[in-house]
């Protein structure tokens, strides 16, 4: 059985990914932040289905824990699979902010972006490396804020930042590690409805219809959506793709 470590999968698009990747057939690990509850509710959800998997904390942008969630992860394959290795690394976790005009963003938010987003992932991808499988994938959740074609927003000009670095981080770690047959894509959602910024959406109804008009497929984005595209780019079908960034916004803007 394949492995697949998964940040941020206790809501929103982690969440459903992890459901997706295990209803193909994959082991999850799971990580969660705040809440061990729906880490665990996810995990058993997945293990109700007929799946596999394990619920971990993690908070990703501390450097201290990194090494603690990678013995925390040979620890939970061996006990849960009877492997030393793990396939697929799926990083998702993130956090979202409200606008921001730059005159106004503070160091702590943009500390706080970069941490979670950036050198996060950055650190945790080179600490569970040696654990990966060659032939492997490693999928980066980024966001449509981040790509050249998008029209940026004013108040996010961090996020779109270190979402455009995730982009580039892409493209940098194909390369490194093709020499172990290891593909790295990326994943850019557009509008999205998920639990971040403060769970938007649920919050004001009325933000939706503007959002879907300018939409070439009519609707806002759902968790699920993204998750069928992250659990495809780890797939046999994905095999000979690798440095990519695949835009998931139902053609937001077009």
């Keep these: 059985m394949q492995i697949a470590v998964i940040t941020g999968g206790s809501s929103g698009i982690g969440q459903a990914a992890a459901y997706e990747v295990a209803k193909r057939g994959v082991g999850v690990i799971l990580t969660y932040h705040g809440s061990a509850e729906r880490g665990l ?15 971990l904390q993690l908070d ?57 987003h950036l050198k996060g992932p950055y650190f945790l991808t080179q600490s569970l490396l040696p654990l990966m499988t060659d032939g492997g994938a490693v999928v980066f959740t980024t966001s449509s804020a981040g790509l ?32 172990r047959g290891i593909r790295v894509n ?36 759902e968790s699920e959506d993204v998750a069928a595209i992250i659990a495809f780019l780890l797939s046999p079908e994905a095999g000979w793709l690798t440095a990519q960034t695949l835009e998931a916004s139902g053609g937001y803007g077009l």
Excluded at 47 to 55: L, M, Q, S
Excluded at 64 to 90: M, N, T
Excluded at 150 to 179: D, F, H, I, M
Excluded at 201 to 206: D, K
């Design 186 to 221: 990326a994943v850019a959602p557009g509008v999205t409805r998920t639990r971040l910024g403060g769970d938007a959406f649920a919050q004001h109804p009325e933000l939706i219809p503007p959002v879907a008009a300018a939409t070439a497929l009519g609707r806002i984005g």
């Design 60 to 116: 990703v942008s501390s450097q201290g824990a990194l090494s603690g969630f990678r013995e925390a992860v040979s620890a939970a394959l061996r006990e849960r699979w009877g492997r030393d290795s793990f396939d697929f690394l799926v990083n998702n976790a993130g956090v979202g902010q409200g606008p921001v005009p730059f005159e106004e963003t503070s160091e702590e938010l943009f500390d706080q972006m970069v941490g979670v």
């Design 41 to 55: 509710e996810t995990a058993e959800r997945i293990e109700k289905d007929g799946g596999t998997a394990v619920a």
């Design 148 to 179: 050249l074609s998008s029209q940026p927003s004013p108040g996010y000009s961090v996020y779109g930042s270190v979402k455009g670095a995730q982009v580039v981080l892409t493209r940098y770690l194909a390369k490194e590690l093709s020499a």
